[in-house]
């Protein structure tokens, strides 16, 4: 069985409430979520809804306290934000931020990481299976 890991969020809008909701729903999927501190309320709410969130710093100390970090930020300010980051070569990171392609995250992330990109939607952490 492998090692649980500590997941983090760069980014703390609409599409990270709904990611780390659906992450916890019963049976939650994660031990440890660390979410940046960008949007207070959010990253309040969710602290306050699960035992197992905890408010980072700053979006560094999400990426050096997780082994998968979730990229969620806007378009508009990703190369900004993401270029600022140190990221570990083994870490496994998952972009959500939409319009960007994989060779520029790659240059932005500066790291050989293990990339994936996905696209969610807020509301399917509503959706009846």
Do not use: H
């Not at 760069?10 to 909701?21: K, L």
């Not at 050096?64 to 806007?74: E, Q, S």
């Amino acid at each position: 069985m492998a090692t649980p890991t500590v997941t983090g969020f760069v980014g703390t809008g609409a599409i990270t409430d709904a990611m780390v909701r659906g992450l916890l729903a019963s049976p939650p999927l994660a031990p440890e979520i660390v979410v940046s501190p960008r949007n207070a309320g959010i990253a309040e709410r969710l602290k306050r809804d699960f035992s197992v969130v905890r408010i980072a710093s700053d979006n560094q100390a999400v990426v050096d306290a997780c082994d998968t970090v979730f990229l969620a930020v806007r378009p508009q300010i990703a190369e900004e934000v993401i270029t600022t980051l140190r990221f570990r070569p083994e870490a496994t990171v998952i972009s959500v931020i939409a319009t960007l392609d994989r060779p520029m995250l790659l240059r932005w992330i500066g790291a050989e990481v293990v990339l994936v990109q996905a696209i969610p939607y807020p509301s399917s952490r509503n959706a009846e299976a």
